[in-house]
Structures are given as C-alpha cells and as structure tokens.
C-alpha cells in the first residue's frame, strides 16, 4: 500500500512565522504536490513537483514555496504566516504513465491555523 | 482554476437507498477521476474512468462518462452508513496533466 505522511495533523502558528509543511512518501513516485482545502472551493492545486528539485506553480502559488532534495519527500513552506492561510493542507504523490498522470495518493492533511 | 462542479452539493439518505451525484466540467479531458474524504481526513481514489470509456464499476460503485456533454456520474448502490463522506470529481485536463478538483458533494447516509 502507498503511504504518504505529513509532519503534524494540527498546527497553531502566529502571523509572520515562517511554516515548515514535509510530506514524505514511499512508493517511489514521480510527482508530488501540495493542495489547500478551504469550505466550498474544494482543493487548489498550490505546487507540484515531477521530478527531484524540480517545481511547478500551481493556481494559487503566492505566500508558498516549496522544497524537493530528495525523490520522496516533498516541503511545503510558508514564509511569512498570514490569517488567510489558515486552511487544511493535503500533500499527494502518485505516479507517471506515459504522458498521463494516474492516480493520486493522499495523506491525511494538516490543519493549520495561524493567529 | 476549479474545473469540475458537483451536483447536488449535498444530499441525505437512508441506508439501503442509492445515492447519485453528477460531475460537470469544460475543457476536454484524459480522465476523470472520483475521490472520497472522510471528515478531517486525506482523500482516498475511488476509481478512474478514461476519455474513451463510457461506463465503469467498482464494487457498489458505478460511473458513467459522457464527453459530449463534459459530464460524469458517480451512482453508489446500497449505501451503508459507512458512505457517509464528501465525494470529489477530479479531471486530468487534456492541455496540462495536472488534476482539478470541485468542491464535492457531501453525503449523508441515515441508518
């Protein structure tokens, strides 16, 4: 069975804290990537990743970055913590086919909160 | 950009009943696939189902895919309590490979 884990289930920091997110997963997939999750907009995609120190943008990159030095883990940072990142943040990983992306596998999310 | 839409947003219904939810999306797509959360949880994939297939089932899971219409249903059968979850469309855009979610249906099974 794939796993993905994430660092903390739960998490209060204050404004202007710089956030550490790491998702580790290990079944040796290609891609990785870093959702939020808000009430009623679903998941949007913030980062992805394809390959080992490579990174793509995703539809709501501002306020993050990330980090990936190694194939199976993947960082999600948050350089100066604002209010409105307050959210659960879902990490997923899955594999290539082809062109074609198939599958993604998630971890159990974080939830964080920023006061 | 949120690509894919539920309907309804939420729906409730008494174990042994079927529950049906519909996915709605506009750019032409190389697969759409559904996923299940469970409160404050991760999403798990439910089953995928490519361009070129109309019908597909898993278990008390059975999805259609119309490309005519960039639509697609999620049919469960005798639901049970443990049913009770938010349910995600995902599609695998034609143009770019990544996955685009909408903000799902959240289901309520009643025993």
């Known amino acids: 069975d794939v796993k993905v884990t994430q660092s903390s289930r739960y998490l209060v920091k204050r404004t202007g804290e710089k956030v550490f997110l790491e998702c580790v997963q290990d079944?040796?997939?290609?891609?990785m990537f870093w959702y939020r999750q808000d009430p009623g907009l679903g998941l949007r995609l913030i980062y992805f990743?394809?390959?080992?120190?490579?990174?793509e943008k995703g539809d709501i990159p501002e306020g993050y970055s990330v980090s990936r030095e190694k194939k199976e883990r993947f960082s999600l940072i948050l350089e100066s913590a604002s209010t409105n990142q307050t959210s659960m943040y879902l990490c997923?990983?899955?594999?290539?086919?082809?062109?074609?992306?198939?599958?993604?596998?998630f971890g159990p999310g974080t939830r964080l909160l920023v006061l | 950009s949120q690509q894919g839409e539920e309907d309804p947003q939420a729906l409730s219904i008494q174990e042994g009943e079927n529950a049906t939810m519909n996915c709605s999306y506009k750019?032409?797509?190389?697969?759409l696939q559904w996923y299940r959360q469970n409160s404050g949880r991760g999403l798990v994939h439910l089953i995928l189902?490519?361009?070129?297939?109309r019908e597909k089932h898993s278990g008390r899971l059975r999805v259609t895919l119309d490309t005519s219409k960039k639509s697609s249903s999620l049919l469960i059968t005798a639901s049970r309590a443990a049913d009770t979850a938010s349910y995600f469309c995902?599609?695998?855009?034609?143009?770019?490979?990544?996955?685009?979610f909408g903000a799902g249906t959240t289901v309520t099974v009643r025993a």
């Open positions: 997923a990983s899955s594999l290539t086919s082809g062109a074609h992306q198939e599958t993604q596998y």
């Open positions: 079944m040796d997939h290609e891609n």
């Open positions: 990743s394809y390959d080992v120190k490579m990174k």
């Open positions: 750019t032409s797509i190389n697969n």
């Open positions: 189902i490519r361009s070129n297939e």
């Open positions: 995902a599609t695998e855009r034609s143009n770019d490979y990544k996955l685009s």
